[in-house]
């Protein structure tokens, strides 16, 4: 049976260690090493067999699949007579592939990356990328999804280090595979009553850690879009006529923020009519950290000119030093 990957080996390690103690005729050696010898050999036997017992658990991850059953299936089986049976064993396979992706990628032997050129790439996985006109039977779709894993960054291994994001959460993985099975939208709570009960257990949480008791939230995707809902708060609360009458009733709006923040602050004021020329970025130090000096003197040039300062955007952690502005010091002014 061919395997690949090294839990297997690893487990062939032990069972030719566990066959080392038998003698020619298949007896255990019966040599008299007295009684401490006896009890130092018990305890290594234990620890071998317990080793064993845990391989043998993940030798089902190192066989090579047998996907002839779905061979010129569609997924369309899925909802013919039987099709809940075969719905299980297809995904039975895909948490294998899974499962044996998550097992390897923690392995610091494994490379972090089997990388190529995008045009190598392209032409090796053409099969995957490819659209067909045509639906593809769900063997292929199995093999599909092994050869997307064996070309991604393996993201839990031990020598991956990313600023935004590095290895697993196993149970939040577990939450995941939970949401997309009950396939729920977040519409009413008619619709999502267990999620919107818990969306709305975490808000409270949420609004707890800034010292609120009460008040409302949402949850964003990224970074980008909650700066962006950052500005559209700054934006509601200095001109509250905007969402009735739009942005002529405003006076011209300036948006100051650090020279190393993050590029969605510009962004966010292109989309919400404020203008790249309200947008002011302010110098920062040898650290990373904005200048207040020269924040001081850039709120005064724009108040001179008319202007109406909306908002100071101010750094918990750059992008690229990893700064904190001085928050206080900004709020003071």
Not at 24 to 44: P, Q, R, T, V
Request: charged share 20%; with cysteine; glycine share 10%.
């Amino acid at each position: 049976m061919a395997c690949d990957c090294g839990i297997f080996n690893k487990l062939k390690r032990g069972m030719a260690t566990g066959n080392s103690n038998d003698n020619g005729n298949g007896n255990k050696g019966k040599e008299d090493k007295g009684k401490e010898g006896d009890s130092s050999g018990n305890n290594a036997s234990s620890s071998s067999k317990n080793t064993l017992v845990k391989d043998n658990r993940m030798a089902p991850l190192c066989k090579s699949p047998d996907w002839s059953e779905f061979e010129g299936v569609k997924a369309s089986a899925f909802y013919s007579a039987g099709g809940e049976l075969r719905a299980c064993r297809f995904l039975t396979e895909v948490s294998q592939i899974l499962m044996q992706y998550y097992v390897t990628s923690r392995n610091s032997k494994n490379k972090l990356l089997d990388f190529h050129h995008p045009h190598q790439l392209r032409e090796m996985m053409g099969h995957c990328l490819d659209l067909d006109e045509s639906p593809r039977d769900l063997e292929q779709l199995l093999s599909d999804c092994k050869e997307t894993l064996k070309y991604c960054v393996k993201t839990g291994h031990g020598h991956f280090f990313n600023q935004l994001s590095t290895g697993l959460d196993i149970v939040g993985l577990a939450g995941e595979w939970l949401t997309a099975v009950s396939n729920t939208n977040m519409f009413t709570y008619e619709v999502a009553p267990v999620f919107t009960l818990m969306e709305d257990v975490v808000l409270r949480r949420m609004l707890s850690k800034v010292g609120w008791e009460d008040g409302d939230g949402t949850f964003a995707p990224g970074g980008a879009v909650s700066n962006l809902y950052g500005v559209l708060l700054a934006r509601h609360h200095t001109f509250p006529n905007v969402k009735t009458e739009g942005m002529p009733s405003c006076a011209q709006p300036v948006v100051f923020t650090s020279e190393q923040s993050h590029f969605s602050i510009k962004r966010a004021c292109v989309l919400l009519g404020l203008g790249t020329n309200n947008y002011i970025k302010i110098p920062c130090d040898s650290r990373g950290k904005m200048v207040v000096s020269e924040l001081e003197q850039q709120i005064l040039a724009a108040k001179r000119e008319g202007k109406v300062p909306m908002m100071v955007n101010a750094m918990c952690g750059t992008t690229v030093m990893g700064a904190f502005d001085p928050t206080e010091e900004i709020a003071d002014l």
